[in-house]
């Protein structure tokens, strides 16, 4: 009897509107690797899924090695780009099935990618004709695939192929007995609905660690590896086309959701029709299909966000609001992209720091940031926790920790030794140029500008040495601060002048894996000193770095210290680093925490913080509800650039 095909859980529900959680967490992610031309079915599937009206984005997992011109078409495309680190099996003399297969192992990494919460991996040769959007819709904790057919050559060193069996027709050619147990059921890993998370992550490189390669390389691992939680979908979500010629009765080809070009001679960009098969009609059909998608430029990015922006009724717009704004759910910000720009925030363990963090994230809401906030946290986060920054439109990116070297230092304070885990935002490639702000800051005026600062440095604020905690220094044992250098020189009998030295709780910087591993690797060698990382990260960019003005980081010592510097009134980002400043805290006893010009900037941060009107649901809404005269603004920071804009929610863990 042939395996029962569980199809109740597929019912099509992609009417416009879905619950936030699922729009806010799912994507579509693809693997693309080299020069060659296969960013051509990743533009096709790219156009693809927006033909079919899909709500979610797709995400390009790609190997250093791909070009940056092909980056930029895929970028153009509204691709989230996100560059990943080869993953390589162990060493051994298999002959895979096809000598490319090999590099497919690294689409182990997409399971890092926990800023979702499930995610539908399709090869770059596959083609979405139907909205397939409700997949993501099925139960947790299963892996969704549809099965593969053993009747071609490439199957021909294996035992099914030999005997004529097939899991697509088990009652043509029974499973002999005397060959054992018949084989578990078995996915082609051209699409499947999974989960990421760090820890099958982790388990799946510790697998791979001590699992011999086989013919067909990932795909025989991920079979091996999910085999217990592996539940079959039907054919008509990834349409092997070799099934039309060796199951045509399986197929209903005006039922196919999705194709996979994988026979010999039939991707579409590199069609002859001259091997074998490929001058059937339905091949040629359905290469055709793909080259009027292709070619369809009324489906390139920037012009079906240009054609939604020319509504310019509100009778016309209110489809368009009405996907975007269902209870709030939209985020407004451009697509992440190798071009895209974000600010980023560090949050660890269960204590109350998050309350900081949802206060920046409503400060540069009400600052008009058009810029997300990602949240890099360390997996000691509790869910409460997330859920609270998810529901204030936060991107939640988990990483794991950083150590440093084993050492005897006392840090000024004991706690920093988490901050080397800031590090890992390094690692955020996805985009261009972020801004990092810790989360006792809070912005009061719009700073997206610095965005715009030349590349190739790391801007920041000069910090100053005047406070107690930095009293082992040998700037402040002296009086000397480079915020006023004049007034105490520094000695010539000391040698030359330290560096210019910047708070880290601040900066501006372009995510790169190269500087990320240069970091780690000169970490193992660098002697953890009083403050940690941001000692570390001054000698590791001393000779790029920038200062910028205190108005972008104000550390409140400077308040008492050089108020001469500061005017109050241009300042854009507040610094509660002071002891007894930290506003969720704040009780005004601690020294120095009774002036006036604390508690005003105590207030201001509760101001924000308390402003419900602020919170990421009802600024959403409030956006939505209004006018098309009112929408425009909106609407022009959208579809500003050419249409390089997209519109969707905080991707998050949850």
């Given at each position: 009897?042939?395996?029962?095909?569980?199809?109740?859980?597929?019912?099509?529900?992609?009417?416009?509107?879905?619950?936030?959680?699922?729009?806010?967490?799912?994507?579509?992610?693809?693997?693309?690797?080299?020069?060659?031309?296969?960013?051509?079915?990743?533009?096709?599937?790219?156009?693809?899924?927006?033909?079919?009206?899909?709500?979610?984005?797709?995400?390009?997992?790609?190997?250093?090695?791909?070009?940056?011109?092909?980056?930029?078409?895929?970028?153009?495309?509204?691709?989230?780009?996100?560059?990943?680190?080869?993953?390589?099996?162990?060493?051994?003399?298999?002959?895979?099935?096809?000598?490319?297969?090999?590099?497919?192992?690294?689409?182990?990494r997409i399971w890092e990618f926990v800023e979702y919460s499930k995610?539908?991996?399709?090869?770059?040769?596959?083609?979405?004709?139907?909205?397939?959007?409700?997949?993501?819709?099925?139960?947790?904790?299963?892996?969704?695939?549809?099965?593969?057919?053993?009747?071609?050559?490439?199957?021909?060193?294996?035992?099914?192929?030999?005997?004529?069996?097939?899991?697509?027709?088990?009652?043509?050619?029974?499973?002999?007995?005397?060959?054992?147990?018949?084989?578990?059921?078995?996915?082609?890993?051209?699409?499947?609905?999974?989960?990421?998370?760090?820890?099958?992550?982790?388990?799946?490189?510790?697998?791979?660690?001590?699992?011999?390669?086989?013919?067909?390389?990932?795909?025989?691992?991920?079979?091996?590896?999910?085999?217990?939680?592996?539940?079959?979908?039907?054919?008509?979500?990834?349409?092997?086309?070799?099934?039309?010629?060796?199951?045509?009765?399986?197929?209903?080809?005006?039922?196919?959701?999705?194709?996979?070009?994988?026979?010999?001679?039939?991707?579409?960009?590199?069609?002859?029709?001259?091997?074998?098969?490929?001058?059937?009609?339905?091949?040629?059909?359905?290469?055709?299909?793909?080259?009027?998608?292709?070619?369809?430029?009324?489906?390139?990015?920037?012009?079906?966000?240009?054609?939604?922006?020319?509504?310019?009724?509100?009778?016309?717009?209110?489809?368009?609001?009405?996907?975007?704004?269902?209870?709030?759910?939209?985020?407004?910000?451009?697509?992440?992209?190798?071009?895209?720009?974000?600010?980023?925030?560090?949050?660890?363990?269960?204590?109350?720091?998050?309350?900081?963090?949802?206060?920046?994230?409503?400060?540069?809401?009400?600052?008009?940031?058009?810029?997300?906030?990602?949240?890099?946290?360390?997996?000691?986060?509790?869910?409460?926790?997330?859920?609270?920054?998810?529901?204030?439109?936060?991107?939640?990116?988990?990483?794991?920790?950083?150590?440093?070297?084993?050492?005897?230092?006392?840090?000024?304070?004991?706690?920093?030794?988490?901050?080397?885990?800031?590090?890992?935002?390094?690692?955020?490639?996805?985009?261009?140029?972020?801004?990092?702000?810790?989360?006792d800051i809070q912005v009061f005026d719009n700073i997206d500008h610095?965005?715009?600062?030349?590349?190739?440095?790391?801007?920041?604020?000069?910090?100053?040495?005047?406070?107690?905690?930095?009293?082992?220094?040998?700037?402040?044992?002296?009086?000397?601060?480079?915020?006023?250098?004049?007034?105490?020189?520094?000695?010539?009998?000391?040698?030359?002048?330290?560096?210019?030295?910047?708070?880290?709780?601040?900066?501006?910087?372009?995510?790169?894996?190269?500087?990320?591993?240069?970091?780690?690797?000169?970490?193992?060698?660098?002697?953890?000193?009083?403050?940690?990382?941001?000692?570390?990260?001054?000698?590791?960019?001393?000779?790029?770095?920038?200062?910028?003005?205190?108005?972008?980081?104000?550390?409140?010592?400077?308040?008492?210290?050089?108020?001469?510097?500061?005017?109050?009134?241009?300042?854009?980002?507040?610094?509660?680093?002071?002891?007894?400043?930290?506003?969720?805290?704040?009780?005004?006893?601690?020294?120095?925490?009774?002036?006036?010009?604390?508690?005003?900037?105590?207030?201001?941060?509760?101001?924000?913080?308390?402003?419900?009107?602020?919170?990421?649901?009802?600024?959403?809404?409030?956006?939505?509800?209004?006018?098309?005269?009112?929408?425009?603004?909106?609407?022009?920071?959208?579809?500003?650039?050419?249409?390089?804009?997209?519109?969707?929610?905080?991707?998050?863990?949850?």
């Amino acid at each position: 009897m042939a395996p029962r095909i569980i199809t109740t859980t597929l019912a099509n529900t992609t009417n416009s509107v879905v619950k936030q959680a699922s729009l806010s967490s799912c994507a579509y992610v693809t693997f693309l690797a080299g020069d060659g031309d296969y960013w051509k079915g990743v533009v096709g599937l790219a156009k693809g899924l927006r033909k079919a009206e899909s709500k979610y984005p797709l995400v390009v997992a790609m190997l250093p090695d791909v070009p940056e011109e092909h980056r930029k078409i895929l970028v153009s495309q509204g691709c989230i780009l996100r560059e990943i680190e080869p993953v390589h099996p162990p060493e051994n003399q298999t002959r895979f099935a096809m000598p490319y297969y090999v590099i497919n192992y690294s689409k182990l990494r997409i399971w890092e990618f926990v800023e979702y919460s499930k995610m539908l991996y399709l090869d770059g040769d596959i083609e979405v004709f139907d909205n397939i959007d409700h997949l993501f819709d099925m139960p947790g904790g299963h892996f969704y695939a549809v099965m593969d057919c053993f009747c071609e050559k490439t199957w021909s060193n294996s035992p099914q192929y030999k005997i004529g069996y097939c899991q697509q027709c088990p009652d043509k050619v029974r499973w002999p007995a005397e060959m054992g147990p018949k084989p578990p059921l078995y996915f082609n890993a051209g699409m499947f609905v999974y989960e990421p998370n760090l820890s099958t992550y982790h388990d799946l490189l510790g697998t791979l660690k001590t699992t011999s390669p086989t013919l067909f390389a990932e795909q025989d691992f991920l079979n091996m590896f999910f085999r217990d939680v592996y539940k079959p979908i039907p054919s008509d979500y990834n349409l092997v086309l070799a099934m039309l010629w060796r199951h045509p009765e399986n197929i209903n080809l005006d039922k196919v959701k999705v194709v996979h070009y994988c026979a010999a001679g039939s991707k579409p960009w590199r069609f002859t029709g001259k091997e074998e098969n490929m001058d059937r009609e339905d091949i040629k059909m359905v290469v055709n299909k793909w080259w009027d998608i292709y070619h369809d430029e009324s489906l390139d990015y920037k012009n079906t966000v240009a054609a939604a922006a020319a509504a310019e009724a509100e009778a016309e717009l209110q489809p368009f609001l009405a996907a975007l704004s269902e209870a709030g759910a939209v985020h407004y910000v451009t697509a992440p992209s190798a071009a895209y720009r974000a600010y980023v925030t560090f949050l660890a363990g269960d204590g109350d720091y998050w309350k900081g963090v949802v206060g920046l994230a409503k400060g540069l809401r009400k600052a008009e940031s058009k810029y997300p906030l990602v949240v890099a946290m360390l997996p000691d986060v509790p869910e409460e926790h997330r859920k609270i920054l998810v529901s204030q439109g936060c991107i939640v990116r988990e990483i794991e920790p950083v150590h440093p070297p084993e050492n005897q230092t006392q840090f000024a304070l004991p706690y920093y030794v988490i901050n080397y885990s800031k590090l890992r935002i390094w690692e955020f490639v996805e985009y261009s140029k972020m801004i990092y702000l810790d989360g006792d800051i809070q912005v009061f005026d719009n700073i997206d500008h610095l965005f715009d600062m030349p590349g190739g440095f790391i801007h920041a604020v000069m910090d100053c040495f005047c406070e107690k905690t930095w009293s082992k220094s040998p700037q402040y044992k002296i009086g000397y601060c480079q915020q006023c250098p004049d007034k105490v020189r520094w000695p010539a009998e000391m040698g030359p002048r330290p560096p210019l030295y910047f708070n880290a709780g601040m900066f501006v910087y372009e995510p790169k894996l190269s500087t990320y591993h240069d970091l780690l690797e000169t970490l193992k060698v660098t002697t953890p000193t009083l403050f940690a990382e941001q000692d570390f990260l001054n000698i590791f960019f001393r000779d790029v770095y920038k200062p910028i003005p205190s108005d972008y980081n104000l550390v409140l010592a400077m308040l008492w210290r050089h108020p001469e510097n500061i005017n109050l009134d241009k300042v854009k980002a507040v610094h509660y680093c002071a002891a007894g400043s930290k506003p969720w805290r704040y009780t005004g006893k601690e020294e120095n925490m009774d002036r006036e010009e604390i508690k005003m900037l105590v207030q201001k941060w509760w101001d924000v913080y308390n402003d419900e009107l602020l919170d990421y649901k009802n600024s959403t809404t409030v956006a939505a509800s209004s006018g098309s005269d009112q929408l425009q603004p909106i609407l022009e920071a959208l579809f500003e650039d050419g249409g390089g804009r997209r519109c969707f929610t905080a991707p998050s863990a949850a």
